[in-house]
């Protein structure tokens, strides 16, 4: 095989030290197959950056940055508006990518920014849920009764407090004309949803759920089965939003229980003893919410004009 | 050509003649007058650059720092808590070898907050691995950054422009700004060692553990080692070039034979300079050190323009708290295991506080009376102190 159709096959390649079955590694494949070898990639600090370019070694074919934990968006930012004052932009694509950390808490000024400027770049977020490369400590994106390292169930403690921070929302907030969520049980619609946002100009945001073995604490190789339960449970929807309307919600062809998610993972294993029935409610909630998701207008109220 | 010009935007105009691919920076006293004249330049078509207003200095930085990476020329400008906000960025940048220039306004640091112009924010940074220039009127300020772009592109090394705060910034003078065919000659266009590129996809910024990390610190600093010499190379193709020369590393002013050397950072040289004239009419021979370049700190240079000097008087606007004045301190490290003169740390003109040509006098006055080694804050108001007022 000659080198450009290596390239081509894998932009990503095997062979760094990221755990076995790790979401996130099977979609930051995918995003990249996805999007092809002519792009440039901004990565915030994170387990992805870390087992993937642990030097001398790196998995990328494609040119790739690592700034900072919380500023992939801006230094993305920076890339591009050089790129085309130069004239050398014709052609490229540039990716942002980042852990829920590294997206929905430190690097939310850099990320509205961003889209507040409308760059032509896709965000991707990789949703592990939680701080996994400094040991599983909660994010805001981690879901409500989660046991991480700081939300531990206790005494006084049912795990994490609050909800998942609506991701997705807050871009359709900023005008983002391409909102999406995606996960790895389905990678056909991952990587069209990576290939559909890269043919808008404009800011794009993708949310990708990736299942976290040791985070999440199950067996390897029921990565792929979480995600897929995840969506069928309702706790994670998969839809798409283009210029303030929900276009397409992929709803599961059969819906499940959320124990059935939940029972697997150790990080939900105390809503199963005595006291935990409360959050179990409440997450029986989020889902039935969840389940709701129909296309249409996106219900935002204020002065929010999408960019079209 | 000359012009009779506000500092800011004759920094401004040396930035547009560099030709920027990239400007972005966020709005802060006294930076702003900067800010605000390039994007009266960008808007009205005179300066063809990509230009960004980011949501934070932190962004602002980042963003500099994706458009230093991806080959293009990239300019910024903050001061006091817009440069602390940078930091982490402002290390990253210097470590990831990418040659952004900085115009740092210089100003006081909060608390309590204070808009006024000394040196503390630029200073507190010296250990970041960009090169730092001090300049001491706005016609140094414009030639400064036109060899700023230089060095840091020959080095791949950040350089920072440290300018004071409204002193400098916001007073009108009159400047020489040189003809665009003439920057172009002496400023090239860009032509990175490594830039992200599909053609020739590269890998910046991977995670280096104990096993190689000591290197990459230990080559930045050698390389900034040897950016002494390219610092004054430039400086005198400037010269050359330009006819105008403010010094390379450190520029010495009388300093032969002089009972006494006061030696300082930015715009209080020209102060000094008048302080010293009236001092040698009243028969007290005074003489000057500039101190130019502060990183990479030029110990040699130092150590050659104090030959034969046995009492110092370092005069500067910050301080490290529970120490001296930080230039002080590094003026001792320039005679390391060699007779050293006495050295003595003033502190003075913080927050904006005036230092007036008296007081600088009596600095020399009481030094050529009694040159012990000391330590002492300059210009403070006894009843404050006491508490009898405030
Ligand atoms: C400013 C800063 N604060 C904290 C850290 C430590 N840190 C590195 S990665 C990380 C968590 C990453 O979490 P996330 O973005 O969700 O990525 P993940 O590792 O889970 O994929 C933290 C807290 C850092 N590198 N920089
Ligand atoms: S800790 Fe989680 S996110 Fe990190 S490499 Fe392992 S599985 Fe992947
Ligand atoms: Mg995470």
Redo the contacts between chains.
Sequence with gaps: MNEEARRVINLMEPGHTGCAGCGQAIAARLVIKAAGPRVIVANATGCLEVYTTTYPRSSWEVPWIHSLFENAAAVAAGMEVTLKAMGRYEGIKIIAQAGDGGTADIGMGCISGMFERGHDILYVCYDNEGYMNTGYQRSGLTPLGARTTTSPPGRLSYGNRTRKKNMPMIAVAHGVPYVATATVSEPRDLMRKVQRALEIEGPKYLHILVPCVPGWGYESELTVELARLAVETNLFPLFEVENGVITKVKKPKETRPVEDYLRPQRRFAHLFRPGGEEILDELRRIAEENSRLEPGPVRLFGPTGSKS | MRAILEGSKAVAEAVRLCRP??V?AYPITPQTHIVEELSRMVAEGSL?????????E???A???????????R?YTATSSQGLLLMV??IF?IAG?RLPVVMTCANRAVSAPINIWNDQQDSVSIRDSGWIQLYVEDNQEAVDTHIQAFRIAEELMIPVMVCMDGYVLTHTVEPVDLPEQEEVDRFLPPYRPKYR???D??????????PE?YMETRYHLHMDMMEARSVIRRVAEEYAESFGRYHGGLVEAYDVEGADVVLVSMGSLLGTMREAVEELREEGLKVGLLKIRCFRPFPKEAIHDALKGVGVVGVIEKDVSLGLEGTLCSEMRAAFCGEESPEISSFVMGLGGRDITVEEIKQVARELAADPACRVEFRGLKEELLRGDEG
């Design positions: 691919n990239l972005c063809d650059a990509g230009f960004v207003l980011a949501e934070s932190f962004g602002a980042s963003v500099v720092l994706g458009g230093s990476a991806v080959g293009g990239a982490e960025v990253n990831l992200l590129d599909p020739d996809p590269f890998t910046m910024g991977a995670m280096v553990g190689a």
